[in-house]
């Protein structure tokens, strides 16, 4: 499994905040910096040879886009997903919430396509639009799939929020969903093995993964905490504050760069490519 850079994660990031800093200081539905966002992300992914798809919708009267990008090859029939939403609020530009996720994924997929990796599996990644007005523009994908195209998917995972500033290592658990999957809790954990100690968490329909879970789709996920105080045993274990939140700029301005905890962001990136590489399999795909 390859080393996810840091350096590149945060590259990215940088670009989301001056996007954000550009626009009215946020990258929120309806409002330019989204889709500067947007344009982004899909410009690094067309130039290293993903299929994208803009995919638009329209809530509280303005425009949407989620963005969907496939690694050609692999099986068809046996779809690995991953993502997060590329949304801010319009209160502040998002970094952690969710430049984070995004650019975790972001980076997963460059270093897919930089190592030219033939899966087994086929590889699908998908940014979000208006996670924050109540999941919109993951619900839009998932109730506009085909359902032949729906049974394809055969995981989901999910990157919001992983590079909080008091961070907590935490797994979305299988009990907690209703497609919880114990396979992908497992290897999500496996990642972090030797490295530092996880926590299940029960992140409840809260993110984007819970479209998915609705449709059938075994689905898991990685989260550092948001609004949640961190207790005295998480601090001792992850080296935190105790009494703090996770995130105290959760949904406020102060969500900038500054707002990153870089040794979470990097090991939670780390951890996607080790769950990306394990789950996709090699070896040639069935003709
Ligand atoms: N979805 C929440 C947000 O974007 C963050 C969150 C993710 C909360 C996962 C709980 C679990 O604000
Ligand atoms: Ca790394
Ligand atoms: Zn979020
Ligand atoms: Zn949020
Ligand atoms: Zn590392």
């Known amino acids: 499994v390859p080393d996810i850079s840091l350096a ?7 670009s989301l905040q001056t996007i954000a800093t550009n626009n009215g200081g946020n990258r929120a539905h309806g409002r330019p910096g989204y889709k500067a966002s947007i344009d982004f992300v899909k410009a690094k992914l ?19 886009y989620n963005l969907i990008a496939d690694w050609p090859g692999g099986d068809p029939n046996d779809v690995l997903m991953l993502g997060g939403h590329l949304d801010s609020v319009s209160g502040g530009p998002g970094i952690n919430d969710n430049g984070s996720g995004s650019a975790g994924i972001l980076e997963t997929a460059l270093t897919v396509a930089r190592e030219n990796l033939q899966p087994r599996k086929h590889l699908r990644f998908g940014w979000w639009g208006a996670e924050e007005l109540g999941l919109i523009g993951s619900n839009h994908y998932v109730n506009n799939l085909p359902a032949t195209e729906k049974s394809k998917i055969k995981a989901y995972l999910n990157f919001d929020m992983i590079g909080s500033p008091n961070a907590g290592y935490m797994v979305y658990s299988a009990s907690g969903q209703p497609t919880g999957s114990l396979a992908l809790q ?4 496996a990642a972090f093995v030797g490295k530092v100690a996880t926590e299940l968490t029960s992140v409840g329909g809260r993110s984007d993964h819970a479209a998915f879970a609705r449709a059938g789709i075994p689905i898991g996920g990685l989260f550092t905490g ?10 001792q274990k992850w080296g935190g504050q105790a009494g703090v939140a996770f995130d105290r700029c959760y949904h406020r301005s102060c969500d900038t760069t500054s707002n990153i905890n870089t040794t979470a962001l990097d090991r939670m990136s780390d951890a996607i490519a080790y769950a990306l590489w394990t789950l996709a399999g090699t070896g040639t795909p069935p003709g």
């Open 186 to 189: 497992q290897t999500l954990e």
């Open 226 to 235: 948001a609004e949640v105080t961190m207790t005295a045993a998480q601090a």
């Open 8 to 14: 590149n994660v945060q590259a990215h990031l940088n």
């Open 46 to 64: 067309d130039a290293v040879g993903f299929t994208t798809q803009v995919q638009q919708f329209t809530y509280n009267s303005a425009t949407g």
